[in-house]
């Protein structure tokens, strides 16, 4: 697929329309509509209602060998300021992180891989919902995304990097996402009369500073990992002593080690801080995504695919880590997989992801369904031989 073929100006057309008409997690039913329509086009079968919205799409191939591609389909609840003559026509709702690319992506890949005579191993397409949420791809698993697949890829737009260029890292690309809630019960009482109380608000501020020691010594210093409060409440005025404070917070960790560690060190901090003031204490840690780690042979498959799409000189790591959650890690769980980004950066000025004013070059698309179609087939040739 070249710049400007009329193959990219289809893929262009569809991520424009999808980009009018956003749709937030479990509710992608004009997505999947879309998908689906073009599935039917290129004449390839396809399974509806995966995990409520999402679509599973086969394309056989000479083997029993499958290679899966992922793309994800869930906007963000954002008031759309891009000024783009396509913005969302939905209110308070936006694409603000490319999920309508990955879409167009995918669909062009599969455009492609359509075309080709002799397919040598078999292709799964999966469009995921939720990914915002970090629940989508784990329904997909539970309703069968991956039975019978041997290898898994997918990609993210990234205006962090040129178009025409693409980001095949070694290690973790994606951190883990958990998450904390404590709620600390003391005994309330008047601000003037602190010795009849035991008050919850300083054990809580004592944890806000005592976490960061889970990170500065008990850590691996080369593994990175997040801890941060993002709420913290107590009391109701000014002169009384609170008898319950709460706070919640993320914990991001870019190794399996250093997140099983955050999990503990959370836990015996605010067990035992409590205890030695007297404070009854309640921990609650939700897992979310695990890491997205990139390793052995399908990291190489994906460079090898990236340079035979842009050539070597255009293939790059990450410039730097990424504490960012991906539900793709729930993919590579169960299957080998690797994880790249499309550059994408448009000119002029650009905005980060999850920003009002996100947007992005559209000839990443071009170059990313020419990446999935490449690793699709490097893929295959590698697990056949």
């Not at 300021?81 to 992180?97: D, K, P, Q, R, V």
């Not at 498959?301 to 880590?321: K, L, T, W």
Request: hydrophobic residues 40%; charged residues 20%; negative net charge.
């Amino acid at each position: 697929m070249t710049l400007g073929s009329p193959a990219h100006e289809r893929i262009v057309a569809i991520r424009r329309d999808l980009h009018q008409h956003p749709e937030l997690s479990w509710q992608e039913e004009r997505t999947s509509r879309v998908i689906a329509d073009r599935l039917g086009e290129l004449g390839i079968a396809f399974r509806k209602a995966v995990a409520g919205t999402g679509i599973i799409a086969d394309i056989p191939g000479q083997t029993s060998t499958c290679i899966a591609l992922r793309a994800d389909m869930d906007a963000l609840p954002l008031q759309e300021e891009t000024g783009l003559s396509f913005a969302s026509t939905n209110e308070g709702i936006m694409h603000a992180c490319g999920h309508d690319g990955h879409v167009s992506i995918l669909l062009g890949a599969a455009e492609l891989l359509a075309l080709e005579e002799d397919l040598p191993v078999s292709i799964r397409l999966i469009f995921q919902p939720a990914e915002e949420l970090g629940a989508g791809a784990k329904r997909m698993i539970e309703e069968g995304a991956l039975e019978g697949v041997d290898m898994i890829f997918g990609g993210h737009l990234d205006r962090g990097y040129d178009p025409g260029e693409l980001i095949v890292t070694e290690g973790c690309v994606n951190a883990s996402t958990d998450e904390f809630y404590i709620t600390l019960s003391g005994t309330g009482g008047h601000g003037a009369r602190p010795h009849e109380t035991v008050d919850p608000l300083v054990v809580g501020s004592f944890l806000v500073s005592e976490f960061q020691t889970i990170i500065t010594r008990t850590l691996d210093p080369t593994h990175a990992a997040v801890l941060s409060v993002g709420q913290f409440h107590a009391g109701t005025a000014p002169n009384i002593i609170a008898n319950v404070a709460t706070m919640d917070g993320t914990l991001r960790a870019q190794h399996p080690v250093a997140q099983t560690k955050l999990q503990d060190g959370v836990r015996r901090l605010a067990e035992g801080i409590a205890a030695a003031h007297g404070v009854d204490v309640k921990v609650e840690i939700v897992e979310g995504t695990p890491p997205v780690i990139n390793e052995g042979v399908p990291l190489t498959i994906a460079r090898f695919a990236a340079e035979d799409v842009v050539g070597a000189a255009r293939v790059r790591p990450m410039s730097s880590g990424n504490m960012g959650g991906e539900d793709f890690g729930f993919y590579v769980e169960q299957v080998p997989g690797c994880f790249i980004r499309y550059g994408a950066k448009p000119p002029g000025e650009s905005y980060p992801a999850h920003s009002s004013r996100f947007w992005w070059d559209e000839a990443a698309l071009a170059h990313g369904a020419n990446w999935m179609r490449a690793v699709a087939i490097a893929a295959g040739q590698h697990l056949d031989t």
